[in-house]
């Protein structure tokens, strides 16, 4: 793939679903209620969908799927194979939207590249890697081990151990990266204004990756108590930002993290959108599954659609 995604019977199945699930026709598209491409989207492993089935599009190394939320939207919205233009990619910061980024397999181009005068719809999920909330997640899952092992609060971290190699003396250093990271998505929505000054422009939110309260997540992901709140957080923080900043460049925002409470990491096999550590269904670890991306497709499609 380059310019276009290739769908499968997953995608007809889930696709149709959403159709009936945001009552979304092409009489709707046909009157304007909901934008015709092309469509390119742009973002991160959140939009990309990495290791869910089936994985394809240049380079290999972004882990783009073809059940990500960009291939179901583009498929409700009945848009043609070479009206979808799906840049995203595993890893990506605000800077992989203007400079291409090495995957080590493959180079991705500038995300940006693939916008024109002619597009007409953008979606843009990108700021998690700007604020290394990866690497945040993993030192919180090591000191959580820790804690586990020895109860760790006995030392005076209480039961939020990595909260406290961040946060000291008033100053959150996970704030400060969400409040830096607020220009950098600025510039990009004015970039994207700039070359696509038709579109009609959506940056999305992140999905709930942890539950209110922390049930079930010293098994599912190894975090302190108090981590777990903290972590929550840090997201809804970041997902804040985001809304701000897409407000005001004039851009739409899609809210995934509502729609998808109840349905994290550390929620059931059966009804969750976000995998664990270790996960259960064909999907990186605490990433969207199948059903994540197709909740974030409908939340996407709800909004898109008015």
């Known amino acids: 793939m380059r310019n276009h995604l290739r769908t499968g019977v997953v995608c007809v199945l889930a696709c149709g679903a959403l159709v009936a699930a945001v009552g979304l026709t092409q009489s709707s598209r046909d009157d304007g209620t909901a934008p015709v491409g092309p469509y390119v989207a742009l973002g991160d492993s959140y939009t990309s969908g990495p290791d869910i089935p089936d994985q394809n599009g240049t380079p290999l190394g972004c882990d783009r799927s073809s ?15 070479a009206q979808i233009t799906d ?7 605000t800077a992989d939207l203007a400079g291409q980024q090495s995957t080590g397999n493959g180079t991705n181009p500038a995300q940006f590249s693939a916008l024109t005068s002619e597009t007409r719809l953008v979606t843009l999920g990108i700021g998690g890697n700007d604020i290394g909330f990866s690497s945040l997640l993993t030192r919180c899952v090591e000191t959580g081990v820790l804690y586990y092992a020895v109860r760790f609060g006995a030392n005076g971290s209480g039961d939020a151990p990595c909260r406290a190699q961040f946060v000291a003396d008033g100053t959150d250093q996970v704030q400060q990266r969400i409040d830096g990271a607020a220009d950098k998505v600025s510039a990009a929505l004015a970039e994207i204004r700039k070359r696509s000054p038709k ?5 999305v939110g992140y999905p709930a990756i942890l539950p209110d309260g922390g049930e079930g997540c010293a098994r599912a992901l190894g975090l302190a108590p108090g981590d777990v709140s903290y972590l929550r957080q840090k997201e809804q923080d970041l997902n804040a930002m985001l809304q701000r900043e897409a407000k005001a460049a004039g851009a739409g925002y899609v809210d995934t993290f509502g729609p998808s409470t109840g349905h994290d990491a550390c929620s059931a096999e059966s009804s ?11 999907a990186a670890a605490v990433h969207p599954n199948a059903r994540g991306e197709q909740g974030m497709a ?9």
């Open 272 to 282: 969750r959108w976000i995998e664990p550590l270790v996960p259960s269904s064909p």
């Open 67 to 81: 059940q990500n939320y960009p291939a179901l939207v583009a498929a409700a919205l009945k848009l043609q194979p």
């Open 199 to 203: 579109a009609r422009v959506y940056v």
């Open 298 to 306: 409908g939340a996407v499609l709800k909004t898109v659609n008015g």
């Open 87 to 93: 840049r995203s990619c595993s890893g990506a910061t």
